[in-house]
């Protein structure tokens, strides 16, 4: 049985299963762009942002806004942007643009969190109206006779549309579970570069302090 036999026996959830379906692919695979785009540079970043900021500050400035177009060079370019800022007001910058990546990372989910909800519902409904239809052409007095074998038949078929619910919910509970485990990574990824240019930073302040005021090198775009 080809597929669009399926879909076509498949009763009149089909159709608002397929959106669900197109809505939760589109999704994934924005997501998976998103997130490939992130993951393959985003070390590298950090780690040249930090080793700048050990030497030059102004350095480590021009090399967070040259990676603004990731989340991770937008957080750490946050606080350095400042002018002068005092240790907490530094912290404060970066929870808050710590803040709004993470919330922008959550993008999608609420797609894939309706489409789980859905799809076995849908089909579930879909399963119901099938049976219903196929019940009401049963007689009693054809029971356990070969009249009802065209019944079995539909009811079998009524069961096509929770099958795909079934599917299009897991399929994107096991996607969405994937990109909750990135996100988990991301804030861990995140707390620590903070905590490390956050550590520098105050460093850098106890020095200039024992040394004398000098120039700051943490300057305003």
């Known amino acids: 049985m080809s597929i669009t036999e399926l879909f076509a026996k498949g009763g009149v ?26 993951l393959m540079n985003e070390r590298e970043i950090v780690n040249r942002i930090l080793d700048s900021a050990q030497q030059d500050w102004e350095a480590a400035t021009d090399m967070a806004r040259l990676a603004s177009n990731q989340p991770i060079g937008r957080f750490l370019h946050a ?25 922008s990372m959550k993008r999608g989910d609420k797609i894939l969190e309706a489409v789980i909800a859905l799809s076995p519902l849908l089909g579930l409904l879909g399963t119901v109206v099938g049976l219903i239809i196929s019940l009401k052409s049963i007689r009693l007095g054809d029971l356990a006779t070969t009249s009802t074998a065209g019944v079995t038949t539909g009811i079998g078929e009524a069961l096509i549309s929770t099958a795909s619910g079934l599917i299009v919910a897991i399929v994107s509970l096991a996607f969405y579970r994937l990109f909750q485990g990135f996100l988990f990574t991301q804030v861990k ?29 943490v300057v305003r775009d």
């Open 13 to 38: 959830a089909m159709w608002p299963l397929l959106l669900l379906s197109i809505l939760s692919l589109s999704t994934i695979i924005e997501r998976l762009w998103f997130w490939v785009s992130i």
């Open 189 to 217: 990824v995140f707390r620590k570069a903070g905590n490390d240019l956050e550590l520098l930073y105050r460093q850098d302040l106890q020095r200039r302090a024992e040394n004398g005021p000098v120039k700051s090198t």
């Open 79 to 103: 606080p350095l942007k400042l002018r002068n800022p005092d240790p907490e007001l530094f912290k404060l910058a970066l929870e808050a643009a710590a803040d709004d990546e993470l919330t």
